[in-house]
């Protein structure tokens, strides 16, 4: 199976978080349970989860979500 590049958005300050994965159905869940009970692997993310609480703005995108719409993230990633 192909793997899928996915980013989370944190809409606030429109930094994203970024991983690959091969299985994407199964990665929300668990993802976000871990988020939740702050126990995510990045601690830059479960920071910002953490710190943010219920005033959090974040989006989930597959990367030709973000390739296809920029305003997504409001900047034009092809300008990298």
Known sequence: MASQIYAIANIGNKKLFVGETSRLSRLWPPL????????YPDT?????????????????????????????IGIDINSF
């Open 32 to 39: 976000l349970a871990q988020l939740n009970s702050g126990k």
């Open 44 to 72: 830059e993310l479960q920071a910002v989860w953490n710190r943010e609480g219920e005033k959090r703005h974040f989006s989930f995108h597959l990367l030709e979500d973000l390739i296809d719409d920029s305003d997504i």
